[in-house]
């Protein structure tokens, strides 16, 4: 079978960008692990407002972005490991990361609104306001990161349950969840410097 040039380039042309646009693509996200991130300008806003303050800048940018990778892995409705005794299952709440995100932004919508700027521009204590004015109706007690009902309470929630925020608490370098070499096991946890 003879197949003529004018032939050849309209097969091999048509067929050419089917089989190219995998490797010509580019490489995009999981977009799930895309559609739960949150504004990185409006998430470090409020972790300066929310976290302790003696949390420096360092720790604050650690515990956030640390927060940003839990919720970009976070999975939705899956077992859970029954905990010991029982062999009831139990499953992860759904997705908090849409209801968070419109949080955010109606923060940053009323500060505009009632001051003519956007929540990340506003003073701390003008930021730690706004916050409260919406977690009013909350309880005192802190839920699981990913059963609150509001990024604020997420976010802080979150960071209470790391190693960093266990050490701040005790003023020692525990590293809890951390391996410490056995020759090290007996030693008291150094002090942590001021304002870690």
């Known amino acids: 079978m003879t197949v003529d040039r004018r032939s050849f380039v309209k097969t091999v042309g048509a067929a050419l960008p089917v089989v190219a646009l995998p490797a010509c693509a580019p490489q995009s996200a999981d977009p799930a692990r895309a559609a739960r991130t949150l504004d990185p300008v409006m998430l470090r806003a409020l972790a300066e407002a929310t976290l302790p303050s003696e949390v420096d800048a360092q720790g604050r940018e ?95 929630a979150w960071w209470f349950g790391t190693s960093a925020a266990n050490d701040l608490c005790h003023g020692a370098q525990i590293g809890r969840g951390t391996c410490r070499p056995l020759e090290r096991a007996g030693d008291e946890p150094a002090p942590i410097a001021q304002g870690a």
């Open 62 to 156: 650690s515990a956030v972005a640390e927060f940003e990778r839990w919720l970009a892995e976070y999975r939705a409705v899956v077992e859970r490991d029954h905990g010991y005794g029982t062999g009831e299952l139990t499953y992860t709440g759904p997705d908090p990361a849409p209801g968070w995100r419109a949080q955010l932004e109606a923060l940053d919508l009323e500060a505009k609104q009632r001051f003519g700027r956007g929540f990340a521009d506003l003073d701390v204590d003008v930021r730690q306001r706004l916050v409260r004015a919406q977690l009013r109706r909350e309880g005192e007690a802190l839920p699981e990161p990913a059963e609150a009902s509001h990024v604020a309470l997420g976010l802080v």
